[in-house]
């Protein structure tokens, strides 16, 4: 039996599914869409909350049920909703408190996609965000708080940035103002960082990236930490009765994991973005050599980042864990087993130089995609983030000359041998070979 205290390595091994006798050792695949049952009492009662059986599989299904129940372990959570993307349960998480007339606030490092939603989408249903520079002092980010304001939003490690998460400054500014902390945990994995130990209150993640981790299935996860005090006057939803649910109050009738219940009989059963068993399936046994390969994606991506620092075409090299970042003591602090798979760097050289480089690029592919066990690259002004304008992409570090790296777990060798061979010029290669 695995706990909370058990070493990461262990949880995500022996955590989630426990066989019984005639079952397979590893978690089958159940692709049904429905479930039977024998009474209609029974089938009420589930539909009232009273039992928790499977019932259809847009609001549940066995097997993600086990892909959610390892994901708890691992964060250290008390329950989690998986869904059908990472954006997916960013939206949710951010549906689940706030509707029209809401307002939150977000660091402004954030990856492109989830920058697009809060500045542009969520605006058109009536809900805005103020983005803030995570790095501001206290007194600076306490100004963002509206009498509206609903919740508090960051990235561990950001997506490209790589600036590590100043917990115990962001989780002060959520107490202070009664509000909940929502972490996107992407980047780290639970195995270099577990937000809840370090005040944050939901953690969300795209199981797309590190946690699948072979690049087969897209998903997310929202995790309850269990950890918020719902009933402080700010969140009647959470206190008074859903009558959409024959009047249930969640702080109360589940008041171990509130925040996942209603996300999903409110927002899952309403919006449908379920996750596929088959996926699931795919994803959970991602999260078996998940703490092995976090390993050695950390390591890799050192090696390489300190190899980079080194080449004179390199203008510079984001990696908190480089004595050079200024992001070094944080991820001493928060990511003291490593920094994760991803580093970026200036190629010396403007933007259509920076494209021939990673068309020079062999063993690293071309992929928008992080944490897949192969190394690949992105740009991410003509790719990921094109869609910011030129000083969207200023403001949040994203120069022309920018490469993000994804490190696989390949041999360090190779992947070194690739990077230099795409860094040079053809002469330069042979002269330096001489
Ligand atoms: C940090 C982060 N959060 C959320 C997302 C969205 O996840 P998905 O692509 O699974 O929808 C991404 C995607 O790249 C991401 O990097």
Same mark, same amino acid.
């Given at each position: 039996m695995t706990t909370k205290n058990t070493h990461i390595a262990t949880r995500a091994v022996q955590s989630g599914y426990e066989p019984k006798n005639a079952e397979p050792r590893v978690a089958g695949i159940i692709q049904s869409t429905t479930y039977k049952f024998d009474t209609a009492e029974q089938?009420?009662?589930?539909?009232?909350?009273?039992?928790?059986?499977?019932?259809?599989?847009?609001?549940?299904?066995?097997?993600?049920?086990?892909?959610?129940?390892?994901?708890t372990a691992l964060e250290g959570g008390t329950g989690a909703l998986a869904l059908a993307s990472g954006h997916a349960a960013v939206s949710l998480a951010i549906l689940n408190?706030?509707?029209?007339?809401?307002?939150?606030?977000?660091?402004?490092?954030?990856?492109?996609?989830?920058?697009?939603l809060f500045s542009n989408t969520l605006k058109r249903y009536g809900i805005t965000c103020t983005f803030i520079d995570q790095d501001a002092p206290l007194s600076e980010l306490q100004k963002a708080i509206q009498d509206n304001t609903r919740l508090i939003f960051a990235e561990s490690l950001t997506n490209p940035g790589m600036e590590v998460l100043d917990f115990e400054k962001f989780s002060q500014l959520a107490k202070h103002n009664k509000l909940p902390l929502l972490i996107d945990n992407t980047f780290p994995t639970p195995v270099l960082c577990q937000p809840f130990e370090h005040g944050a209150n939901i953690i969300i993640h795209s199981t797309t990236k590190f946690i699948d981790g072979h690049a087969t299935s897209v998903g997310g996860v929202i995790v309850d930490g269990g950890n918020f005090n719902w009933d402080n006057g700010k969140?009647?939803?959470?206190?008074?009765?859903?009558?959409?649910?024959?009047?249930?109050r969640y702080a109360f009738d589940f008041k171990d994991f509130p925040f996942v219940v209603k996300a999903r009989t409110q927002l899952l059963r309403d919006f449908g973005p379920?996750?596929?068993?088959?996926?699931?399936?795919?994803?959970?046994?991602?999260?078996?050599?998940?703490a092995l390969r976090m390993e050695r994606h950390s390591s890799n991506t050192l090696q390489l980042a300190q190899w980079l620092e080194k080449q004179k075409e390199?203008?510079?090299?984001?990696?908190?864990?480089?004595k050079s970042s200024p992001y070094h003591a944080l991820a001493k602090r928060y990511l003291p087993e490593g920094s994760?798979?991803?580093?970026?760097?200036?190629?010396?050289?403007?933007?259509?130089?920076?494209?021939?480089?990673?068309?020079?690029?062999? !063993?690293?592919?071309?992929?928008?995609?992080?944490?897949? %066990? &192969?190394? @690949? #690259?992105?740009?991410?002004?003509?790719?990921t983030h094109r869609q910011l304008?030129?000083?969207? !992409?200023?403001?949040?570090?994203?120069?022309?000359?920018? %490469? &993000?790296? @994804? #490190?696989?777990?390949?041999?360090?060798?190779?992947?070194?041998?690739?990077?230099?061979?795409? !860094?040079?010029?053809?002469?330069?290669?042979?002269?330096?070979?001489?």
């Open positions: 089938i009420a009662d589930v539909f009232d909350l009273k039992d928790t059986a499977h019932i259809y599989s847009r609001i549940s299904n066995p097997t993600v049920s086990q892909l959610e129940e390892k994901i408190l706030c509707h029209a007339g809401h307002h939150f606030v977000a660091a402004k490092s954030l990856y492109g996609g989830t920058i697009n969140f009647p939803e959470f206190t008074t009765p859903d009558e959409s649910y024959h009047g249930v379920c996750l596929s068993p088959f996926n699931a399936f795919l994803t959970y046994h991602g999260c078996q050599t998940l390199v203008d510079w090299v984001r990696y908190p864990e480089l994760s798979g991803v580093l970026a760097f200036g190629f010396k050289g403007g933007f259509e130089e920076t494209k021939q480089v990673i068309n020079r690029l062999k !063993l690293a592919k071309l992929v928008v995609h992080v944490g897949d %066990i &192969r190394t @690949s #690259v992105v740009h991410p002004a003509s790719m304008s030129e000083d969207q !992409l200023l403001d949040i570090k994203i120069t022309p000359n920018l %490469i &993000r790296v @994804s #490190v696989g777990i390949e041999h360090i060798d190779d992947i070194i041998a690739d990077f230099k061979q795409a !860094l040079f010029s053809e002469q330069e290669v042979i002269s330096n070979e001489q």
